[in-house]
C-alpha cells in the first residue's frame, strides 16, 4: 500500500479545500464542495471564500443568505456551520442523536428528568407561529413548564438539537453586527427535514462520507469523525469500500479516498493563504499535522487566524486600527516576507470599507 508522506498529504488538502488555486467555481458550489463552512464568528466564512474563489464578491453571499439558499445552523460538531440549505435538510436528522448527547454532556444534570421529547413538541408549538426568536426568549417561553432546568440549559437543547432551527439574516452577512434570531429549518425553507433512514441502509451516511473525502481527502476514519462528530460512519465506510482507494500515513494509518481526487505531487508550489478562524482545513482532520506542526496545533481550535505559507501553519493575523497584523511563528525568508505581504494586501483591501491596503508583519517570535 503506497504511503503518502506529510507534504503530500498536505498538497492533497490544499488542492481539495481550493487553496492551492484559487477556484471560478460558483460561491453556492463551493459551499457545497466544502461540505459548509464554520460560522459561529458570523464574518468568518467571508475571509475562507475570499481565499479559495477567485474575484469573489461578498454579497453575492449575502445574497444566499437572504435567498434562503445558504443557512447558518448548528451541524457538525455542534457548531454553527453555514451550509446549503439542500444540506441542511438532508443531514439535520443524521446529526440529532449527537447533537442531543454533546448538550447532555454539557447539561446533564441540569436537564435529568426533562422528556426530551415532550421539550422539543413545547419549543415546536411555541415557534409555530413563524416569529423568530431568540434563544433565550424562546427559553423563558418553556420556563413555565420546565423551571428547573435554567434558561441557558433549555435554550441550547432546544435550538441546538430538538428542533432544526436557521439562524436568520440580517446575522452572518457582510460587514453586519446582529443577534441571533432563530426560525425552524421546515418554515425558513419550506419543506421538513429529510427523515432519518430506517432500513439499515444509511443513504446519508455514504454521501457524506463521499463528500468528506472530496473535500478533506485522503483521511482516516479518525479524521472523518473530528469533521463531522458522528461515531456512526463505519458501516458507511465500510459499504464504499469496494469503490475507494487506500494509502497509509508515515504513522501506519490506513487511509481513504476517491479514485479520481486530486493527490498533486508534493513538490507542487503553494501560495500564502490567509484563514479565518476555525477554518475547517485545520479543524477537520483528527491528525492536523499535514497542515498545521504540534507545537501550534492549539491554534485552531483556539480561534486564531493563520497565515499558511508553503502550505504550512507559520503565522497568525488580526487586524489593528484598520492594519493587517501578522505575527510570525516562526523565521521568514525575504522571499516568504514578500508573499504574504503582497497577500497581506490584498486581504486588507478586501476587508477595509475604503482602499486600505496596510499590512505589519512582527518580528519573529521564535
Request: charged share 25%.
Amino acid at each position: 500500500m503506497k504511503v503518502l508522506d506529510t507534504r503530500a498529504l498536505g498538497r492533497a488538502t490544499l488542492a481539495r479545500q481550493l487553496l492551492l488555486d484559487r477556484a471560478d467555481m460558483p460561491v453556492l458550489d463551493a459551499v457545497a464542495h466544502l461540505g459548509g463552512l464554520q460560522a459561529q464568528e458570523p464574518q468568518e466564512p467571508f475571509v475562507g471564500l475570499w481565499s479559495r474563489l477567485r474575484a469573489f464578491d461578498p454579497a453575492t453571499l449575502s445574497e444566499l443568505l437572504t435567498g434562503r439558499s445558504v443557512v447558518r445552523t448548528h451541524l457538525m460538531r455542534r457548531t454553527v456551520h453555514l451550509v446549503t440549505a439542500d444540506d441542511a435538510l438532508a443531514w439535520r436528522a443524521r446529526h440529532e442523536p449527537m447533537l442531543r448527547q454533546r448538550v447532555l454532556g454539557v447539561y446533564r444534570r441540569e436537564l435529568d428528568g426533562v422528556d426530551l421529547d415532550e421539550l422539543a413538541a413545547a419549543a415546536r408549538a411555541v415557534l409555530a407561529d413563524g416569529e423568530p426568536r431568540s434563544m433565550s426568549g424562546l427559553a423563558r417561553a418553556l420556563a413555565e413548564r420546565w423551571p428547573e432546568p435554567g434558561p441557558r440549559a433549555l435554550g441550547e437543547m432546544v435550538i441546538t438539537a430538538l428542533v432544526p432551527v436557521a439562524q436568520l439574516p440580517p446575522r452572518g452577512l457582510w460587514r453586519m453586527k446582529a443577534g441571533v434570531r432563530n426560525l425552524p429549518l421546515s418554515l425558513w425553507l419550506g419543506r421538513e427535514v429529510d427523515p432519518p433512514s430506517t432500513d439499515g441502509s444509511d443513504p446519508v451516511g455514504r454521501a457524506m462520507v463521499r463528500r468528506y473525502l472530496a473535500a478533506f481527502g485522503p483521511a482516516a476514519s479518525a479524521d472523518l469523525r473530528a469533521w463531522c462528530g458522528l461515531a456512526g460512519l463505519p458501516a458507511a465506510v465500510a459499504a464504499l469500500r469496494e469503490e475507494l482507494v487506500t494509502f497509509r500515513d508515515e504513522r501506519g494509518r490506513e487511509l481513504l479516498d476517491l479514485p479520481d481526487a486530486p493527490r498533486p505531487d508534493p513538490d507542487t508550489p503553494a501560495p500564502v493563504r490567509f484563514l479565518p478562524a476555525f477554518d475547517n482545513a485545520l479543524l477537520g482532520y483528527h491528525d492536523r499535522g499535514r497542515i498545521v506542526d504540534d507545537a501550534h496545533r492549539g491554534l485552531s481550535v483556539a480561534g486564531a487566524r493563520v497565515v499558511l505559507v508553503d502550505g504550512r501553519v507559520a503565522a497568525t493575523w488580526s487586524v489593528e486600527a484598520g492594519t493587517v497584523l501578522v505575527t510570525p511563528l516562526r523565521p521568514f525568508s525575504r522571499d516568504d516576507r514578500t508573499a504574504v505581504a503582497e497577500e497581506g494586501r490584498a486581504l486588507a483591501s478586501f476587508l477595509s470599507e475604503g482602499d486600505s491596503r496596510r499590512v505589519r508583519i512582527a518580528a519573529s517570535d521564535s
